[in-house]
């Protein structure tokens, strides 16, 4: 299977692990060995200065939510549109980063997209290609403007993008409405 890095990967309602109930995740690797990715659409309570204050030892003044990236636990992982801090790339525009000086600068930044996640999401060697054959996830293509969109919809419009493609693509139709209702 081709590498799914820079894709979101969308719960299907067969899915039925809570933790990805309706949950989009963008793909920061995937290859034979196993594939990472951070669930987007789960805000926590908790906010970015409550987490570092602790983790980098001196006080912040930022109201940012943090993220629930996945039921694995690991250190605090920031994406972000800045190429000066960036660790990897996953997509045109959207940047990994979890040193704590990437982090620094990056939460000063003013104009900087940036969402910072604790925990992620992991897949041993074959098993999310496992799942994906079993119906458990859709996927599509991400862009950094739905990567740093709001999340409320965020599953609903990707999912209603996916079935329209699906729809387009069997019908052989150039062009499907939003509402289907409107033919």
Not at 103 to 124: K, N, T
Not at 157 to 170: D, M, V
């Amino acid at each position: 299977m081709p590498s799914l890095q820079g894709h979101f990967l969308i719960a299907s309602p067969h899915l039925d692990d809570p933790n990805f109930m309706r949950a989009v995740v963008l793909m920061v690797q995937h290859d034979e060995e196993g594939a990472f990715g951070l669930v987007l659409n789960r805000p926590c309570e908790q906010r970015l200065a409550e987490v570092l204050t602790p983790e980098f030892g001196k006080e912040w003044d930022c109201e940012m939510p943090v993220y629930f990236g996945g039921p694995v636990p690991g250190p605090l992982i920031a994406i972000h549109n800045s190429e000066e801090f960036a660790e990897q790339c996953i997509l045109p525009g959207v940047f990994l980063s979890a040193r704590r000086e990437a982090m620094d600068a990056l939460i000063q930044e003013p104009f900087c997209d940036l969402r910072v996640f604790h925990g992620y999401s992991g897949w041993g060697g074959g098993q999310l290609d496992d799942e994906l054959e079993a119906g458990g996830w859709l996927v599509a293509p991400a862009s950094a403007d739905d990567v740093f969109s709001e999340v409320d919809e965020l599953w609903g419009r990707i999912a209603r993008r996916i079935n329209l493609e699906i729809l387009t693509g069997s019908t052989k139709l150039k062009h499907v409405p939003d509402d289907p209702s409107w033919n």
